[in-house]
């Protein structure tokens, strides 16, 4: 009888002390983020869509150029005097970005818009738009590999980087994107958010 | 009143912060070395040095410039001995010379930055300087020369 209350009670015991150990295992209860992702392929396609039209537009695909010169005007010319991409995106010797595009725009037509980080995607991540098909341009944005290192979190955020904004405010004589920035920010997190779905790649 | 920094001797100017800083330069403090060419940042007959680098300054206002060191073509060297003067000297750049104080003043970015710089770093650097009389190959030759004379002048 003895053994019998003692080999229950050290089961009981154990018992326990598995129940508490798994119950402080639970991480259900923790604070680590994850994100629950709807899948919704019709909306997500359906936004991509929307926003390819945006990072197709002058505004945003002349600083996401195919070659090393950056583009120019609403006919997407090469940029006026050549000047080149360099290591860092931010042009070479004295033809750095900055050396015409100042802090702000300034007032007239055809003056350099302005931005405190007016650049170009560096040499190493040249993440072009130019050409790009929209299957090719969704998978691209999507891979850190190619999308200047950015997870989900980051990317939602980027619609509201100061140097993206600055296509809507493009200075005197330039159009704007087809979408204004607020249409713009809610196709880009309807897209990321139903699933990150590129569209179909034409055959 | 606006501290600014030309040619390493202290201004004190009461003038717009949104002026130009090549209006600055010319009309208020009286340095006309730099040339007004085109107005919007085309030509670069109006380049100046703002912290080293090669600013157009007649799309650059006077606040971009404060608290920064403005060298102009008058600063760029005493007795016009900077190794570019020299080979401009030398090889007789210019023709009506009204682009060529911006030239110089690209041009010493370049050098500054590559001690040697090949004709495809020349062309990268200069692309912005507009030559109308198209010294443009003389030019190229001079910032050679200069780039050899540098040379001789750190060894």
């Given at each position: ?122 040499a190493d991540m040249k993440m072009v738009f130019q050409g790009k098909t929209a299957n090719e341009l969704a998978k691209q944005l999507l891979d850190p590999r190619t999308n200047g290192n950015k997870n989900m979190k980051q990317l939602i955020a ?46 | ?150 040379g001789k002048e750190r060894s």
């Open positions: 009888m003895k053994i019998r209350i003692r080999t229950f009670v050290v089961t009981s015991t154990l018992i326990l002390m598995v129940a508490v150990m798994a119950f402080s295992l639970d991480t259900s209860k923790s604070k680590a983020p994850f994100v629950v992702m709807k899948r919704d392929s019709i909306a997500s396609v359906a936004a991509f869509k929307k926003v390819y039209s945006v990072l197709m537009s002058p505004r945003c695909m002349n600083c996401h150029p195919a070659g090393d010169v950056p583009l120019q005007g609403d006919d997407s010319h090469l940029h006026a005097m050549l000047p080149k991409r360099g290591l860092e995106g931010k042009g070479k010797y004295a033809m750095k970005c900055a050396n015409c595009h100042q802090p702000t725009n300034i007032a007239g037509l055809n003056k350099p818009p302005g931005h405190p980080n007016w650049h170009l995607p560096p980027h619609a509201d980087d100061g140097l993206v904004k600055a296509g809507w405010n493009p200075g005197e004589g330039r159009t704007l994107p087809p979408l204004s920035h607020a249409a713009f920010k809610k196709a880009w997190i309807a897209w990321l958010s139903n699933g990150a779905y590129a569209p179909e790649a034409k055959k | 009143m606006i501290k600014l920094n030309i040619n390493k001797k202290i201004y004190n100017l009461d003038a717009d912060p949104e002026m130009p800083l090549l209006w600055v330069l010319r009309d208020v403090v009286g340095l006309i070395g730099t040339k007004y060419g085109c107005g919007v940042a085309q030509c670069g007959a109006c380049v100046v040095h703002l912290d080293g680098e090669a600013v157009r300054s007649c799309v650059t206002k006077l606040s971009r410039a404060e608290g920064k060191k403005v060298i102009t073509i008058e600063g760029l060297s005493e007795n016009h001995t900077h190794p570019l003067q020299q080979a401009w000297l030398e090889l007789d750049v210019s023709q009506c010379g009204y682009c060529q104080a911006g030239q110089i003043m690209s041009a010493a970015v370049l050098l500054n930055e590559n001690k040697k710089p090949s004709d495809q770093d020349i062309d990268d650097a200069m692309a912005g300087n507009i030559c109308r009389c198209g010294t443009y190959l003389r030019i190229r030759e001079a910032i050679h020369l200069a780039s050899e004379i540098q």
